[in-house]
């Protein structure tokens, strides 16, 4: 019988799950404390709380060479992209960003860095407030394939937001099974919605799925221009009822 009156134990049985409709019985959910502003929920994993890049470094191999400074990090130009030393594959994402307050440049040469999910499937970071640029390159762009569904951008050296749910691609061996799937929202706004990328992110080419781990790093793109990151946080996605 379920606990006190919470559920029942009369109802059929749910497709897929041992469990009954209104099942009192079924794992309850996990309680956490949702985010302060500025802060990561209580069960998130931290990447980058503004006070150092302790969990990062350079791609390019040795210790992360951007700046840190007043709580947040930024692009410090020539000294490459920097990961993550933590790996991870499903997740909830989150992070802040902001273009230099100082407009130079136009297209692809203003404000340009990217997020690579997986250190392979790129989120592009671009501004376009006021700058037009190839579609699939604009801001929040899955770069080089799909455009985002609306330009949410915020006026340089304004922080920005992008909450990313990120699904990541199944192999079986040499052969893809499942193609990775990617909802993200800007500034709070659906950019893209349960969208698959083609492949691998890349330039001028058509990207491509090569097998790799069921894992990797977050890269955080140095284009060279001063961009900024802070309040980086990851969630680990499970399955319903998943310890």
Do not use: F, M, R, T
């Given at each position: 019988m379920p606990p006190g009156n919470i559920g029942y134990d009369d109802t059929p049985i749910l497709p897929n799950f041992p469990y009954r409709v209104h099942d009192g019985n079924r794992p309850?959910?996990?309680?956490?404390?949702?985010?302060?502003?500025?802060?990561?929920?209580?069960d998130a994993v931290v990447l980058f709380d503004g006070t150092g890049l302790e969990a990062w470094e350079a791609v390019k191999g040795g210790p992360a060479g951007w700046d840190v400074q007043d709580g947040y990090m930024q692009v410090r130009p020539g000294t490459g992209n920097i990961r993550t030393k933590e790996h991870f594959g499903d997740c909830q994402l989150h992070l802040e960003w902001a273009a230099p307050e100082v407009v130079k440049g136009d297209s692809q040469g203003r404000g340009n860095s990217g997020v690579f999910l997986m250190g392979l499937y790129e989120v592009q970071v671009l501004d376009c407030y006021d700058n037009p640029t190839y579609p699939d390159g604009t801001t929040a762009a899955i770069?080089?394939?799909?455009?985002?569904?609306?330009?949410a951008c915020r006026k340089p050296g304004e922080w920005q937001t992008y909450d990313i749910i990120w699904e990541a691609p199944q192999f079986d061996g040499d052969t893809l099974v499942k193609p990775a799937c990617v909802t993200v929202l800007h500034n709070g706004i659906v950019v893209h919605n349960h969208t698959e990328p083609i492949g691998a992110t890349n330039h001028r080419v058509v990207g491509?799925?090569?097998?790799?781990?069921?894992?990797?790093?977050?890269?955080?793109?140095?284009?060279?221009?001063?961009?900024r990151f802070r309040n980086i946080w990851y969630r680990p996605l499970k399955g319903y009822d998943a310890e």
């Open positions: 309850q959910p996990k309680v956490i404390a949702p985010p302060e502003p500025g802060k990561a929920p209580s770069y080089g394939q799909y455009p985002p569904l609306v330009n491509e799925y090569h097998p790799h781990p069921p894992v990797g790093p977050l890269e955080l793109q140095d284009h060279g221009d001063l961009v």
